[in-house]
């Protein structure tokens, strides 16, 4: 049975359980499945670059080797970040007790939310369902097994009555800018006639 996800808010403590929502589980999905003359199951397999060579399903794996070319397992590796300087590692959010941080609308809309899970909780707590009723938005960093960084995550209410949780990642936006700037006219004085003139080097 999966570990529960621990929140703490107004110094009491509430569990949910989590069950992923995707969208097979919202539209259904489709098994594509192909067969040979003879009827029989046909599998993928990989052809190496060889061009004769072929691998079938199960027959490749990653592998961590050291800079002398030995084997590596994951548990001996260090992650560190541009300069070579280790990261300290997060746990895993179900290890630990969540601390509640209040979110706002533009913060919850400024992320790309990638995962969805819908909560159910396993024990009472009415102040945090009626904040959660009440529009309330609650934030906090979310690991689901732990690893070099941690996602921001998203506790809310939707318009049915369910609460979920929202995993995501801070939108990255650029400012494109104007490729010429507008011409600024004072007062009295009149604004230049615009040129109808076709300009080729645009076509």
Known sequence: MAKPLVVEFQGQRVNFA?????????????????????????????????????????????????????????????PVDNSGTPIAPVKSTFDTVVTLEEGTVEDYLAHNIRLVY???????????????????????????RGGVSASPAFILQGSDGNLFLCVGVLTALEFVGLKATAPIITEGEEAPEEDDSLDFSMM
């Open 18 to 78: 989590l069950q992923k929502i995707d969208r097979a589980k919202l539209y259904g999905y489709v098994e594509t499945e192909v067969v040979d003359e003879a009827g029989k199951t046909c599998e993928l397999a990989t052809l190496l670059s060889d061009g004769r060579s072929i691998v079938g399903k199960g027959g490749k794996a990653l592998a961590y080797l050291s800079q002398e070319g030995l084997w590596r397992t994951k548990s001996e590796l260090t």
């Open 118 to 144: 819908h909560l159910t909780p396993e024990s009472e707590h009415p102040a945090l369902l009626e904040a959660l009723r009440g529009g309330a938005i609650f934030r906090f960093p979310f690991s689901y």
